[in-house]
């Protein structure tokens, strides 16, 4: 780009970027009525409209020649309006803004109309015209670029909010299902506390009945060694009244036989002694007997006992 550089006498250099003389001409070629916007190449058309500002330099270029420049500028204009009339002025407020601005003189300034606004909008409108054409074509980039973000931040919300209510489901899922896993297990411990108080029960009341039976099986045994002991005792106590009684008839019988009479009272004695001793065996088995029939009714009670708690102990681990 280039710059105009003179220089005055007294004071120094001035440098004027060109630029500046591209934006004074923009603003001067806004201020003509007929004029709808200036054209350009399509970078910068797509910069003002992702940026939002105008840009008064699009469309002019400018030419320096010595002391002078030209300008060439580059506009679209609203239809209606008489194109050499609109033209005309154009070049009379540049040339007179650019150089009562910039106090460099004007040597031309060419004017080329490249469309025509069929719309009062200065940078929307629809024009004739490769310019018009991609203006048309950048806005509608734009507009599709706005509905593809907008159609996007939507589905990026609603996948967000389908996914916080899928959570939210499986949450309440697993809270549920391990509710009842809960319930599950109490139940099961309450069916297990209430197996092992009916397994304690029935230990219970088949130990009291295999004691119950062990007692009365004792109770029998006692009994019946006591009948026994008393049958031995009667019939020895019998045995030896007899003896007694045939002693005594020997006697009375054989009174004057001193020998003999001694040898019927041995044999008394003898007698009496072996009814004693049968008495006592008698009583001596019968004591046996009692014996083994507690020993018996002891060793059922023990078995009936750990019968029971064998099976209380197969139910508890059932």
Known sequence: MANLEYTLAQSGTIHIAEDVIQTIAGVAMSEIEGVAKMAGSAVSGLAEQITGRRNLTRG????????????TVQVVLR?????????????????????????????????????????????????????????????QGTDLVKQGYDTAKSKVQSAAQATKEAAADAMETAKEKAQQVMDAAAEKAQQGAEAVKQTAQSAYEASKDAAQQGAEAVKDAASRAADATKDAAQRASEATRQAVDNVKDKINANSGSFATTSDRVDEAKETVKEGVDSAKDAVTRGLEQAKEAVERGADAAKDAADRAADKAKDQMRE
């Open 79 to 139: 239809y209606g309006y008489r194109i050499p009339d609109v033209a005309a002025q154009i070049q009379e407020h540049v040339q007179s803004s650019v150089e009562q601005y910039t106090g460099l003189r004007v040597a031309a300034v060419h004017v080329h109309v490249v469309g025509l606004s069929l719309r009062d909008e200065d940078e929307e409108g629809e024009g004739f015209g490769l310019p018009g054409k991609v203006s048309n074509l950048i806005q």
């Open 60 to 71: 002019v270029k400018v030419e320096f020649a010595d002391d002078a420049c030209t300008l």
